[in-house]
């Protein structure tokens, strides 16, 4: 195990914009995350987020996943990627790939994924038209670690925002946005400095278990 203090190494995988990438390098680079960002990865090769990183002098790496022959063979090509660069934390941020088992369990407790919902409500697609359709009065984003069940595994950081009677799809989306460019700084930062664990017992933040839910961050 890395000793603590020790600055971490953080891979970002990602398939579009990587405006949750930017929010995470932006926090690196004002010394909130004790952590460097080694790669920046992605299944698209015109991916924006890897002109980010390439802006800001990181190692980019595109694995275009139409090229292998099923999903067990990208992801096994992807670990060897990533392996290389001897993460402490693996972020998906926009990463649009279901991963397959053999991908969660090696990785298991330092990957973490942000999904657009309340979890466990509304996992998959659409979370913000489902949460109108159903009336909800809030709405947000959780930060989560991965594990074999799609938008599953323990919660660590959820961020909620009112869902407001002018409120359309495309609103709550920024709301939802702005929200989770706080939260996945946050739960990246609390892991860097070895205060956010997955232990036997639950989700820790400073040695205190956290609720099911995770740590609660609102915008009201």
């Known amino acids: ?3 603590t203090g020790q600055q971490k190494s953080i891979v970002v995988l990602i398939s579009g914009s990587g405006s949750n990438l930017q ?3 932006d926090a690196v680079s004002s010394g909130q995350i004790n952590g460097r960002i080694t790669a920046v990865l992605s299944n698209k090769a015109d991916a924006f987020g890897l002109q980010r990183a390439q802006n800001a002098g990181i190692h980019t790496a595109t694995l275009d996943h139409t090229a292998y022959p099923d999903r067990l063979s990208f992801d096994q090509a ?3 990627e990533i392996d290389r660069h001897q993460p402490h934390l693996v972020v998906l941020a926009g990463f649009m790939r279901i991963l397959t088992p053999e991908f969660v369990r090696h990785y298991e407790g330092r990957l973490f994924n942000i999904h657009p919902s309340l979890l466990p409500k509304y996992k998959g697609l659409h979370t ?3 949460a109108m359709d159903a009336g909800d009065k809030e709405h947000g984003c959780t930060v989560h670690f991965v594990t074999e069940e799609l938008d599953g595994g323990p919660l660590a950081v959820q961020g909620r925002v009112s869902i407001d009677p002018d409120d359309t799809v495309e609103s709550l989306q920024h709301k939802v946005h ?5 939260i996945y700084p946050l739960a990246v930062e609390w892991f860097c400095a070895d205060r956010l664990k997955w232990t036997p017992q639950g989700i820790e933040l400073d040695q205190q278990r956290l609720p099911a839910e995770g740590y609660q961050l609102s915008n009201g």
């Open 178 to 182: 702005l929200i989770e460019h706080q």
């Open 1 to 3: 195990m890395p000793e």
């Open 78 to 80: 992807m670990m060897a």
């Open 128 to 130: 913000h038209q489902r």
């Open 23 to 25: 929010a995470i390098m």
